[in-house]
């Protein structure tokens, strides 16, 4: 038995049986990523690693389960999405304007897995930079590679949380979604990725993007793990202002008779590829053959969803990374005057993508183009919200691709940013809602890469979305 074969389930139950320890289990993993990043292509899904506290929080999790204080989290290993705030540890979030600073807080969620839960912390994974970006080729630490294919990426923001999952460096890693990040990469990396609906998972000591999109969510490798990662996590919390007084609560049943799926038509691009189409449709059939009825619906404004949301989330962007000046801590260039130390230290501190978007986000939200385009895209994202209610009345979940097309080649998008943003086409209309959405591996191409479907439900309407997604998981 290969110890990274195995599901969170699975590892939960090999805990409680006393058939492993959390230690053996964190070994396994620490010597997988330190094979990994000897060898010559690196997935190099991880930015910081300690393997002395992984294992002095995983000998605490077995003392744990031999004195009866255990969770069914207890002892299982996570990695950690490097825009989380853990105490003690680095917070980069792959830029080099933060290297340097270190979390004097937990954010919530570690509060729940790691301290309540007892989870261990593998290390802090590799992300675009600030999570701007759809490959993981903006971060300052080097790219990650697609396990699947190291010539590949493997989507992003979360590239390294899927990668670390996906390329068994991890059984399960948190990353955060604000047009698709966890979703995308979990699609490249043939993982499940869910983003939770907007406010049910704690955003306090998440390192803001976007404060109206972001969503922290688990990359797993089941359906199964995923709703016990996300129950854990998920609760009010009065530490962020937009938390929600919601407590999931799971029974997965994956019943699919009787069960209303709908296609909307719009997701029906020029540019999907064909494979994926191919692979939707087999999907359809699939879904009819074991009781589900498949229709067809439409999302009308969703053609405007990735406008809509280059200005919404650049708008936000601009006002978050104000903050990062050089002044209190992380890096602070050498200069003459306390003018010049800002303009070099943001200059050199951020990388292409961030300023651009820092740029964008300033213009829209200048005096002059304000009503142009900043408030016509909040009139916009109303309209694409509207758009699934009204669907919602008529089925119980949407389903299309995750991507348009496969894992793409390193370098292949990065001097064309419209084509790289074009690569969450399918999953940012979900954040401009605000409902969840699931990723789920859905098959291979004939090169041997993963393919990702995914299906968005209802607000509130989690247990409903893992209960089809886990029926779709196991159907035959």
């Given amino acids: 038995m290969d110890i990274r074969d195995l ?22 993993y620490l010597k997988a990523i330190e094979n990994d990043e000897a060898s010559s292509e690196p997935i190099h899904a991880y930015v910081s690693v300690r393997p002395e506290d992984a294992l002095a929080m995983a000998r605490e999790a077995d003392k744990k389960r031999a004195t009866g204080q255990a969770t069914k989290l207890t002892g299982i290993p996570i990695a950690i999405k490097d825009n989380i705030n853990v105490k003690g540890y680095e917070t980069t979030c792959s830029s080099k304007i933060l290297k340097g600073y270190i979390a004097s807080y937990d954010a919530t969620v570690i509060e729940k897995l790691i301290r309540d839960h007892g989870m261990v912390m593998l290390g802090k994974t590799n992300m675009d930079e600030f999570a701007m970006g ?16 190291r010539t590949r990426v ?20 948190l990353g955060s979604d604000t047009g698709g990040s966890i979703r995308q990469p979990a699609a490249f990396c043939g993982c499940v990725g869910l983003k939770p609906t907007y406010g049910t998972v704690s955003r306090y000591g998440l390192v803001a993007f976007a404060s109206s999109l972001d969503q922290i969510g688990p990359i797993t490798r089941t359906v199964e793990d995923a709703a016990w990662v996300y129950e854990a996590m998920a609760g009010h919390d009065p530490k962020d202002a937009t938390s929600l007084s919601y407590t999931p609560s799971f029974t997965l049943k994956g019943d699919l008779k009787g069960v209303r799926v709908g296609v909307p038509r719009e997701f029906i691009l020029e540019g999907l590829d064909p494979t994926i189409k191919e692979n939707l449709d087999t999907l359809i059939h699939t879904l009819e053959r074991v009781g589900a009825t498949v229709v067809e619906v439409s999302l009308p404004h969703s053609e405007y969803a990735v406008p809509t949301y280059y200005v919404v989330a650049t ?9 990062y000046d050089g002044v209190k801590y ?15 230290t943001r200059s050199e501190g951020f990388g292409a993508e961030v300023k651009r978007r820092i740029m964008l986000g300033t213009y829209v939200l200048s005096a002059g183009y304000y009503d142009a385009y900043y408030l016509k895209a909040l009139k916009v994202r109303t309209l694409i919200k509207q758009d699934f209610q009204r669907v919602f009345e008529k089925v119980d979940v949407i389903l299309g691709p995750t991507t348009p097309t496969p894992p793409f080649r390193l370098g292949e998008k990065v001097s064309d940013p419209i084509a790289m ?30 393919i990702g479907m995914q299906l968005m439900g209802d607000t509130l309407a989690e247990h409903k979305l893992l209960d089809i997604a886990y029926g779709i998981e196991h159907v035959k």
């Fill in 315 to 323: 708008a936000e962007a601009s006002s978050n990374l104000e903050r």
């Fill in 7 to 28: 599901s969170v389930r699975e590892l939960s139950e090999a805990l409680e049986k006393k058939e492993l320890s959390s230690e053996e289990i964190t070994r396994a």
């Fill in 134 to 149: 759809s490959s993981t080729e903006t971060s300052a630490y080097g790219v990650t590679r697609n396990p699947f294919d």
């Fill in 154 to 173: 493997p989507g992003g923001s979360s590239g390294g949380s899927a990668a670390a999952v996906g390329g068994k460096l991890a059984p399960v890693a």
């Fill in 421 to 450: 943003y074009l690569s969450d086409i399918y999953t940012i209309s979900a954040n401009l809602a605000g409902i969840p959405a699931i990723s789920l591996p859905s098959g291979w191409t004939q090169e041997g890469l993963p």
């Fill in 330 to 344: 992380g890096y602070r260039a050498q200069a003459s005057s306390l003018s010049e130390m800002y303009v070099k």
